[in-house]
């Protein structure tokens, strides 16, 4: 990455500046990816390749200039920078400007490569999609799609901030969707690495294999949720997707300072959560899909203590909205790519494990609900109110796992329910996913012990 040398470094900065902007950014992004999905016995869409480009952002009394360009040069950069100053200088609304730039050559991580050592994987996908489909008349679909990337960044601002990084992700998900022709049911499974060969072929065929049993029983065995208020225990093996959404967007500190979020407007150092209730961010797990060395801004990462003890401790901030509050970034500014600028967003978000033996959990539970995989959910981050889906769940009898239920779901209030929390495992799962805000997704990781909730409604068939 040696197409931005140290002069052009300081005549960019100092072009953005011209204007007597407060803050100038350069960050400059190269990579590969490639990937493909196959649905109905068949490769849908593949797609590889590399990408080179360069965003510049400027920053004025609150306001940002963003600009971005593919494929730059030193000299287009230069006169980029000059029209992001010529904005600020003309006083015109903060807007974000994309431009091709020049062709240049640069050495890029191989796409040949990653798309060689996809082939291994379309040879499984094949083999199990044919396999599934001669056990069960029942199948309308399976779905497959892996992909895998490799990115370098480079960020210097003026601020005297340089940073240089890399990070890599792969990912395979699968979905598997049954029908009687009166009932239809679906279930998912995922994998992601921060390589493409740690996911492993048989780890593939397992989680196929779970997915799809996990569809059938939906269909043939699950009874119909019941519905009303009652007591839940989501187990470890759901991951963190409500904490992701209940509380974890809802600390962002752009959603805190733009009134988005008032429910936790003031509340540092105010008790939000069951005092058994600790939540972290933390961005320097080795190997974890949410982790990095480096944010987007250049900024380490770290681990932040969102909740300690049921007592709000910190916000999740970048270099933007961490001066506004007059407080230091906590290495949480991402962004997709070169064309976003960055925003406050989680990294591997996590409800700390408790002291409560998972068992004793499930035995406390006289009439209720055991839950063990989430689906998709919905949250309103101006209230915490939120819907989940539940994949997959069972009732509870006198403490005891009984049939599997199809057609529930959770509802509730965020901080209501944080609240109410009484029991906490000592165990903890995980679940990946890439995080959609503003536009741009990021891979994240979400992770809680086994919870149980005194009272929450359970929406049913």
């Not at 901030?161 to 990912?171: D, E, G, P, V």
């Not at 300072?257 to 008790?271: A, E, R, T």
């Not at 407080?327 to 070169?338: A, L, M, P």
């Not at 965020?414 to 109410?420: A, R």
Request: hydrophobic share 35%; with cysteine.
């Amino acid at each position: 990455m040696d197409i931005i040398k140290q002069n052009d470094i300081e005549l960019i900065l100092s072009k953005m500046l011209t204007a007597g902007g407060d803050f100038a950014e350069i960050y400059f992004e190269e990579g590969d990816s490639a990937g493909f999905t196959f649905i109905d016995q068949k490769v849908e869409v593949s797609a590889s390749g590399t990408t080179s480009g360069c965003g510049l952002r400027l920053i004025k009394e609150g306001q940002t200039y963003f600009a971005s360009q593919a494929n730059p040069s030193a000299v287009s950069l230069i006169l980029l920078a000059g029209k992001l100053s010529g904005q600020l200088q003309q006083s015109q609304e903060p807007r974000t400007t994309r431009v091709q730039g020049e062709a240049i050559k640069i050495e890029l991580p191989s796409v040949a490569k990653i798309t060689e050592e996809l082939q291994p994987y379309l040879e499984v996908i094949e083999n199990l999609d044919k396999s599934i489909r001669e056990t069960s008349s029942q199948i309308r679909q399976v779905s497959f799609r892996i992909s895998a990337g490799n990115k370098k960044f480079f960020i210097a601002n003026s601020q005297k901030t340089i940073a240089l990084n890399k990070r890599s992700s792969a990912i395979f998900t699968v979905s598997v969707v049954v029908s009687d022709g009166k009932i239809t049911q679906t279930a998912h499974e995922v994998i992601a690495e921060e390589a493409l060969n740690k996911i492993k072929l048989e780890n593939i065929k397992k989680i196929v294999s779970v997915a799809y049993q996990r569809a059938s029983n939906l269909l043939n065995n699950a009874i119909p949720s019941p519905a009303g208020e009652m007591p839940i225990v989501i187990s470890s093996t759901a991951g963190g997707t409500m904490i992701h959404e209940a509380i974890g967007h809802s600390l962002e500190a752009d959603a805190v300072q733009k009134g988005i979020s008032p429910v936790y407007l003031g509340k540092i150092g105010k008790k939000v959560a069951s005092e058994k209730i600790t939540v972290f961010d933390n961005s320097t797990l080795e190997g974890f899909r949410g982790s990095y060395k480096y944010d987007d801004e250049g900024t380490p990462g770290q681990k932040t203590v969102l909740v300690e003890n049921g007592i709000l401790k910190n916000y999740l901030y970048d270099l933007f909205t961490s001066k506004k509050d007059n407080v230091k970034s906590t290495g949480n500014g991402r962004r997709e790519s070169y064309h976003h600028k960055p925003i406050p967003r989680m990294s591997n978000t996590y409800i700390a494990p408790g002291n409560d033996n998972p068992e004793d959990i499930i035995k406390s539970v006289k009439k209720g609900i055991f839950v063990t995989k989430m689906g998709g959910g919905q949250v309103n981050t101006a209230n915490g109110d939120f819907i989940f889906e539940v994949e997959e769940g069972y009732e509870l009898n006198d403490g005891k796992i009984g049939r599997m239920l199809r057609n529930a779901s959770l509802i509730g209030n965020g901080p209501e329910i944080l609240n109410s929390i009484d029991m906490v495992g000592n165990d903890i799962g995980w679940q990946p996913g890439t995080c959609g805000k503003d536009g741009q997704g990021v891979p994240v990781l979400d992770g809680q012990p086994t919870l149980r909730i005194p009272k929450i409604t359970v929406g049913g068939t």
